[in-house]
């Protein structure tokens, strides 16, 4: 049988002083597949994110790419080995083009410093990394415009480009559709499917109509416990999850 796990957890913790932020979860990501992450605010998400790119070590317990085992390496590493991280705030370089923000991404990828024009040949492959990534998330026609010039819902969108900059296979997205409209979700959900067809995708996202639809593994976090992996259907049917959601709508309503 083909191990299509690309990414796994094993006991994976990270404590903040007494707050056990993710407390010995193991999870497993499979390629080609949108594993969604779901739980109330502060249930250890973003965390959990940070742990799989490497920008947080945790306390104990194991990140594996492709059974190696990863988590003491360096962020830089996790990008080489094609583990790309969005996040949860916009985090594009406003007063540059969009093709320069990719190609800043790029570079990290091709390595060597931000001297994007070190040489003809890095350059290039850059170059094509870039307007590739734009051209996936369907921002062609804003290569040269600025980004802070561009709709919000088009700045997320870059930012998941900038993500595919790197030539990543797997893309760790934290809320891309945060504050946005309608209409602006409806297009980032089409092409979440989409990137689902080629990459391993680690989905966390507070908009509940998003995820049903586009996860094919559902993961439920709550203070930073794993309460539940499974499909979409079972997810939402078990009974502890909605104590997880009601308890903390109950704890909102009586600090409120
Ligand atoms: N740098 C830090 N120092 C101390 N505590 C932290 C730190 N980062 C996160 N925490 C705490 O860890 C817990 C998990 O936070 P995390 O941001 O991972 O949750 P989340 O599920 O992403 O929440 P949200 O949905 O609100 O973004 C919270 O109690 C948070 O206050």
């Given at each position: 049988m083909i191990n299509d796990i690309v990414l796994e957890t094993e006991a994976l913790s990270k404590h903040w002083g007494g707050i056990k932020a993710v407390d010995e979860v193991s999870l497993q990501f499979r390629d080609r597949l949108l594993h969604g992450v779901v739980g109330p605010n502060g249930a250890g998400k973003s965390t959990l994110l940070n742990m799989l790119c490497g920008t947080l070590k945790p306390t104990s317990g194991c990140v594996f790419h492709k059974g190696q085992r990863i988590?003491?390496?360096?962020p830089w590493k996790f990008v080489q080995r094609g583990i790309g991280r969005s996040f949860?705030?916009?985090?594009?370089?406003?007063?540059?083009t969009c093709l320069e923000n990719c190609a800043i991404s790029a570079q990290r990828r091709f390595?060597?410093?931000?001297?994007?024009?070190?040489?003809r040949h890095s350059n290039k492959l850059v170059r094509k990394a870039a307007e590739q990534a734009l051209a996936q998330v369907g921002l062609e026609d804003r290569t040269h415009a600025i980004a802070a010039e561009i709709s919000y819902g088009e700045q997320r969108q870059l930012e998941i480009a900038m993500v595919l900059a790197i030539d990543p296979c797997i893309l760790l997205l934290?809320?891309?559709?945060?504050?946005?409209?309608h209409d602006e979700s409806l297009r980032i959900i089409e092409l979440l499917k989409e990137l689902k067809k080629t990459y391993c995708i680690v989905l966390v996202e507070h908009d509940m109509d998003a995820i049903f639809e586009l996860s094919d593994q559902l993961t439920v976090l709550d203070n930073g416990r794993h309460l539940i992996t499974s499909s979409v259907d079972e997810v939402r049917a078990d009974p502890r999850v909605k104590d997880a959601y009601l308890g903390a709508e109950d704890e909102e309503e009586q600090t409120a």
């Open positions: 988590d003491a390496l360096k949860q705030k916009t985090n594009i370089y406003p007063e540059m390595g060597g410093n931000f001297n994007l024009f070190v040489s934290d809320e891309p559709m945060a504050g946005m409209g």
